[in-house]
């Protein structure tokens, strides 16, 4: 807004300078001329002008642009943030993008930084989840599990495999590269999955989401 209304005042005064010059032409002669070029650049200016001003009446407040600032901050702590959110409730009011965030405010949601400190936690869950899968896989099952606890040696998961620890490899993988959403549809193959890793993609899921609908509201500034 404020680089505007300096583009405004800037346009204007040109304007009133070529009209002051405009009425102290004499239209006969050399000055007609001069006095049709003043007339159509002041023509132009006047458009611009309408132009700017309709930019500014489109810009969003400041008071607007700091609540939406602060509720992007709040979002990526820890945490409820409803006050943020009420403040920015009172700045946009009726706006549907701002109503959509509400629950996450009300409860919060785990930070990616949370996500990713709570996903290393989850190996062991999933290395269990297949000494179980083994167990109940028949007299079969029951003797490469008896074997694998009496060697208590354990081959390293293939990467590029089918198991569970190998889907959660390639899934460490990406959210250590900062693909969350990619992370969430590998996880999401881990079959029969432990109530752990159920509740991680529950909160990574929420997180994302969060993060999109504050962008909906970003835009709909």
Known sequence: NGAITRELTGISGRVTAMETRLAALDPSGAGGAIIAGLQSDIAG???NIGALQQQAAAAPSPAVTFAVVNLAEAANRPGPFMVEFETLQS????????????????????TRAMLQERFSGLAPAVRASEGAAQTSGGIMGW???????????????????????????????K???????GSIAEVAKIANPPTLVSEWVASARSRLELESRVNAIRGAM
């Not at 003797?143 to 293939?158: C, G, L, N």
Request: aromatic share 8%; glycine share 6%.
């Open 143 to 173: 003797f490469r599990s008896f074997f694998a606890d009496m060697v208590k040696v354990q081959s390293a998961p293939d990467a590029n495999g089918t198991s569970n620890m190998a889907v959660f490899l390639r899934a460490q993988t």
């Open 45 to 47: 200016l006047k458009a």
């Open 91 to 110: 700045a946009m009011p009726g706006v549907p993008e701002v109503a959509a965030i509400q629950a996450f405010a009300r409860t919060g949601v785990p």
């Open 175 to 181: 959210l250590d590269q900062g693909d969350l959403s």
